[in-house]
């Protein structure tokens, strides 16, 4: 029997050494469940179950504690810490918080997880035997992923990221009522008003339920909606320019555009549309500007 970091096993109780604790063995070796790690009783000569893991000084270490992760499990932890050249530290629910590398995170230092965002992790070993978190991928959170409904079209929902990517954000869908796993779920980068981090939650509206259960999501509201917001956006930007004029027309090419306004290309055209429908802006030799009261030519 070997002593795992990261397991559950029953070991004997070996003997009680004060102030320490009690030694526990499998036969082979020796590891201490102190005091402080005791939730029951313990009685030299019997036997126990504890959970392995490596304490504060990299020992191997027994608890009675149930922590919130076991190997070959996943789990939503709460990002407490961050270590500038290490990574992240998440709180597993022990005594010693739980490393989660930034080999595991994004490269893009703008997308990886802040203080308070919660990840889907896995739990693993590093070369020494400790205990590390490893970012849940689609195959371990496909396994406890439920079906979305198709009464969720249209609905807005709380999703979590767990795989921000340039041509979309992945997230999980929480269903109402429910903590954990909820459906699996891709904003479209079209469908974002700006980058997503690992570990963050967003407010997401429904747009597609797929046939295996899956949803198409958006952070835009419907398009009526958003195209009064979008048209807000873009007068409120106007107004501060100089002259009441930008350089962006329905003919500016999409990523000026997304970089500028975090809109697509369809949605700031549906915007402009509005505008110029309602008499509020001209354009001229791709130019956008602001009417005066009156003035039916613009530019001003």
């Known amino acids: 029997m070997t002593l795992r970091a990261g397991t559950y096993m029953e070991l004997q109780v070996a003997r009680e050494v004060a102030p320490y604790g009690f030694f526990l063995t499998d036969g082979e070796r020796d590891v201490l469940l102190p005091y402080a790690e005791k939730t029951g009783e313990v009685t030299v000569g019997g036997t126990v179950v504890v959970y392995l893991f490596y304490d504060t000084q990299d020992r191997m270490a027994a608890t009675m504690r149930r922590p919130r992760l076991a190997l070959g499990e996943v789990a939503l932890l709460e990002v407490v810490d961050i270590h500038p050249r290490f990574g992240s530290f998440l709180d597993m629910g022990l005594g010693r918080n739980l490393l989660f590398p930034y080999r595991e995170q994004p490269e893009l230092t703008e997308l ?138 329905d003919k500016t090419p999409a990523d000026m ?13 549906r915007a402009l549309g509005k505008l110029m429908k309602e008499g509020l802006i001209t354009q001229k030799e791709n130019w956008t500007y602001l009417k005066e009261p009156g003035d039916p030519e613009g530019p001003r």
């Open 257 to 269: 555009i997304e970089k500028r306004f975090q809109l697509s290309k369809g949605a700031f055209k």
């Open 112 to 249: 990886r997880p802040v203080v308070g965002d919660r990840v889907y992790v896995v739990l693993g070993h590093d070369r020494q035997g400790r205990l590390v978190a490893r970012a849940a991928g689609e195959e371990e959170l496909a396994a406890h992923a439920v079906r979305a409904p198709e009464s969720w079209k249209n609905e807005w929902k709380k999703a979590r990221v767990y795989k921000p990517l340039q041509m979309g954000t992945f997230v999980i869908v929480e269903p109402e009522g429910a903590l954990g796993f909820g459906a699996i779920g891709l904003i479209h980068a079209s469908e974002r008003t700006g980058l997503l981090r690992m570990g963050e939650e967003v407010d997401v509206r429904v747009t597609l339920v797929r046939e295996d259960g899956r949803v198409n999501l958006s952070v835009r509201p419907i398009k009526e909606v958003g195209r009064e917001e979008d048209a807000e956006r873009i007068l409120a930007f106007l107004r501060e320019r100089p002259n009441g004029a930008m350089p962006y027309s």
